[in-house]
């Protein structure tokens, strides 16, 4: 009840903000720091719960971005139809993507995954339709009634995108279907012998995380009005999502809000103060320290700290 | 397409020198990966690592090969701390290794690259040397002496990475280390002391194969990402670990892009690697010569 009464108050602070008179800025960066919230929830599922590491998380982002884009240019779908289309799409490659824990585990689904991401921006670098290797500009539709402009509409979807992310990754969690994925995380072997039903569930966590990854993408050409495979497709998202998981702790769906929202204010900052490139190299360092240091994150230190709390 | 029986046979020729050329920039990862099980993402990223230090070496007038095989002690050096770091951060602590050792690799090969945008910026580099540039001229075909040298090179790096594994008693201990751990720590040998070699041998390797990545074309930071497909998928192919496997897949691959650049354009090139690895991961994920 606690949860969602938080849930609410957020999803109408968010609301309110976009509506007061606070700097546009802050609606451009807060965006991509939500965004990745999304994309680190949705990258827990399948890597913090299951323990499959996914590299592929801009295959699911781009699939979801590129259905968005068909569907405005061909058909001039509003927004939510763009969000359900890239939901629907990254959802069904999640799906694909889960056959192959069938056969694979550890570094080779991984690496799977990598080739994922470059099988897609091959498809999409030569699909002319879709802009091709240099892009597409987008022109975004007029603004719905209560907003300004359309990037604060877009902060409102996204918050509210994230709430919904990290219910369904709560709701997953404390439910028999997290239960069985941390089971067959701990041994494929053994759950499956106990009657976990390894296989459904595992689809099941990678169509989710599939699903999440690509409604976060929705919204991504509107928001930039412009679109092009290098970009979309970049592995800095995949840092970005795993080490927001990493970072903030895999255990339990509040370590990604952490990690993500800890990591992509301090990129947004160091964007800005020093220099885009920066941005991911600290991202890379804070993960190779709290990966040898601190390997249960912000949360597992917290928990160290406080050792009553949960 | 356009299709005929001259190019087919220039796609193949051309072909079999660019598999040489990726079998030695796959070696190292086919020991430490193959043999070893170090999920070493950054392999491709420590290569390019190579190929810059290759860079800076060559630009005070010494031969790109040479400084090639002159900068292997000191990657031998980065390897053994790497594993070590590897070892204690992880392979000794047992838990969970999984997805935290994916993750360290993961974040290394950023770092590198990130470090390597911010010394030299994401311009392209290249070396100098007499056998860059020109061509062999062949009746009607030209081969590019750049792919000459680094078919030779790649075709020394693998027999004697292939004899030295198969011969020497250090060799014998690396494979041994790959059959069977425990068995090899009765034998009273060290394990961890072993492995460390291997990885240290296996990034050794890494900077001649980033020398002749540099000599085969120009280089950019941000290069190793399409060379995760192309090492990943020679290693697996070639079944973990097996040396004369890793040349086949090599060669397989080499072929198979080369044909597609040919008769699809290079705009699809890049995807063939990383199809091809799907596929084997899909269908046979013991690769060809499997242990």
Redesign the interface.
């Known amino acids: 009840m606690r949860f969602w009464i938080c849930a609410a108050v957020l999803a109408a602070a968010s609301f309110g903000l976009a509506l007061s008179p606070v700097n546009e800025y802050f609606f451009y960066a807060a965006y991509v720091v939500l965004t990745f919230v999304v994309l680190a929830t949705a990258w827990n599922i399948l890597g913090g719960y299951a323990g499959y590491v996914n590299f592929g998380t801009p295959a699911f982002f781009g699939i979801g971005a590129y259905a968005a884009t068909l569907l405005f240019k061909s058909l001039g779908a509003p927004l939510a139809v763009q969000i359900a289309a890239g939901a629907l799409m990254g959802g069904l490659l999640g799906f694909g993507v889960g056959m192959l824990t069938l056969r694979l585990r550890g570094i080779f689904f991984a690496i799977a995954t990598v080739a994922v991401v470059f099988i897609m921006e091959t498809l999409m670098i030569n699909w002319r339709y879709v802009g091709g290797a240099t892009g597409l500009q987008l022109l975004r539709p007029e603004v719905i009634a209560p907003f300004e402009n359309y990037i604060r509409m877009l902060f409102v979807v996204m918050a509210w995108m994230g709430i919904a992310g990290v219910a369904i990754a709560r709701y997953v969690q404390d439910s028999w279907i997290g239960r069985g994925l941390r089971a067959l995380r701990d041994s494929e072997e053994a759950a499956e012998a106990c009657g976990v039903p390894t296989l459904k569930l595992k689809l099941f966590a990678c169509t989710v995380m599939g699903g999440l990854m690509g409604a976060a993408g929705a919204p991504m050409p509107m928001y930039l009005s412009f679109i092009e495979p290098a970009s979309t497709f970049n592995l800095n998202y995949t840092i970005g999502a795993l080490g927001g998981a990493i970072i903030g702790g895999m255990s339990h769906w509040l370590g990604p809000i952490i990690g993500a929202l800890l990591l992509g204010s301090l990129q947004q900052i160091v964007t800005v103060t020093i220099s885009g490139e920066v941005n991911v190299l600290i991202v890379g360092v804070l993960l190779v320290l709290f990966v040898v240091l601190a390997p249960e994150g912000i949360l597992g230190l917290l928990k160290k700290i406080m050792p009553r709390s949960r | 397409m356009f299709f005929s029986f001259e190019l087919l046979l220039e796609a193949l020729m051309f072909g079999v020198l660019l598999g040489c050329f990726y079998t030695a920039v796959s070696i190292g990862l086919s020991v430490s990966?193959g043999l070893l099980d170090v999920?070493h993402?950054a392999h491709p990223a420590i290569m390019v690592l190579g190929s810059y230090a290759t860079y800076i070496v060559a630009s005070q007038g010494l031969d790109p090969i040479l400084s090639g095989v002159l900068l292997m002690p000191v990657f031998f050096v980065l390897g053994v701390l790497v594993y070590r770091?590897y070892y204690e951060?992880f392979e000794r602590r047992g838990t969970?290794a999984?997805?935290?050792?994916?993750?360290?690799f993961?974040?290394?090969a950023?770092?590198i690259e990130?470090?390597l945008?911010?010394v030299f910026g994401v311009d392209q580099r290249t070396v100098e040397a007499a056998y860059i540039g020109e061509s062999l001229e062949l009746g009607e075909y030209r081969i590019p002496y750049r792919m000459l040298v680094a078919f030779g090179v790649a075709l020394v790096l693998t027999f004697s990475l292939t004899l030295y594994l198969s011969k020497t008693f250090t060799g014998r201990a690396i494979k041994a280390v790959a059959q069977d751990e425990p068995a090899l720590r009765l034998m009273g040998a060290n394990p961890v002391r072993i492995k460390q070699w291997a990885f240290g041998i296996a990034t050794g390797v890494s900077a001649l194969a980033g020398a002749l990545l540099i000599i085969v074309g120009p280089v950019e930071p941000a290069i190793d990402?399409?060379y995760?497909?192309r090492t990943?998928c020679i290693v697996?192919l070639a079944g973990l670990g097996s040396m004369t496997g890793t040349l086949a897949a090599g060669l397989i691959l080499g072929i198979a892009e080369s044909m597609v650049l040919m008769f699809f354009g290079a705009?699809?090139a890049?995807?063939v690697a990383?199809?091809l690895?799907?596929l084997v991961?899909?269908v046979r994920?013991q690769g060809l010569f499997g242990r």
Do not use: H
């Open positions: 990966f999920p993402v770091f951060s969970e999984g997805v935290r050792g994916l993750a360290f993961f974040g290394l950023f770092i990130i470090g945008i911010l990402r399409l995760i497909g990943f697996v705009s699809w890049p995807a990383f199809g690895l799907l991961l899909g994920p």
